[in-house]
């Protein structure tokens, strides 16, 4: 079975019009606490973008090298 770092991961990949948190949620049907969590380990790990539209925040999967 994935973990949920796995599975945000693949969401990501698979959504290269960058999902907002809710989005990914959605998708996973997981808490958007959960989400915030694993993105903000991805952020410091430098493996996503984040661009704020509005109040909205996009995330990206930095492409692989």
Known sequence: ???K???VIEVLRK???GPT???ISKILNISRNTVAVVLAELKGEGVITIREV???KLHYWKEDK
């Open 1 to 3: 079975m994935k973990t």
């Open 5 to 7: 770092k796995e599975m």
């Open 15 to 17: 959504n290269p019009m």
């Open 21 to 23: 948190i809710v989005e």
């Open 54 to 56: 509005g109040k909205a």
